[in-house]
């Protein structure tokens, strides 16, 4: 059974989502990725962040009545307003590793590979070129595609 679509808050009761704005000077490229915050605006990681750059993970929003961002959209727009989950859970793609309940999480700060992007969310540590999240934990084992659910700030 599939765990879910990576940037979906997966258990929207308790969960707490604020508002941002995209800095278009930095894309994300998906959603379900961590967010920094850099003079007030939202940016994914992009290399060399530490635990504590983390500001929260960017939220799929939906449903959405912008014409911006159609319903289903993989790729989020680069201006206008994100959401950010600051604490909850949620799906998100794991490119490395096997996820297990309360493992850790950890994001490629540097050294990008096929398949593994900075910002992206690892199961395994590697050497200097990924960070643990504070905070952050797997909740189950993931789905054959790859996508797993993760809590934050629980």
């Keep these: ?49 530490t635990a504590a750059s983390l500001h929260g993970f960017l939220v799929r929003p939906y449903p959405t009545q912008s014409a911006q961002e159609p319903i289903g959209t993989a790729v989020p727009p680069t201006t206008g307003m994100a959401n950010i989950l600051r604490r909850g859970w949620m799906t998100v793609a794991n490119n490395a590793g096997t996820p297990a309940q309360g493992g850790t999480v950890y994001v490629r700060i540097a050294a990008a590979a096929a398949g593994k992007p900075l910002g992206g969310i ?33």
């Design 122 to 154: 690892e199961a395994v540590a590697d050497s200097t070129n990924t960070v643990a999240l504070t905070g952050v934990a797997f909740t189950n084992a993931g789905d054959a595609n790859g996508n797993v659910e993760i809590e934050y700030n629980i």
């Design 1 to 49: 059974m599939p765990s879910g679509i990576p940037g979906d808050v997966s258990r929207k009761l308790n969960s707490t989502i604020e508002s941002a704005f995209f800095d278009s000077a930095a894309v994300f490229a998906s959603y379900g990725i961590p967010a920094k915050l850099v003079n007030g605006k939202v940016q994914p990681f992009s290399g060399g962040e």
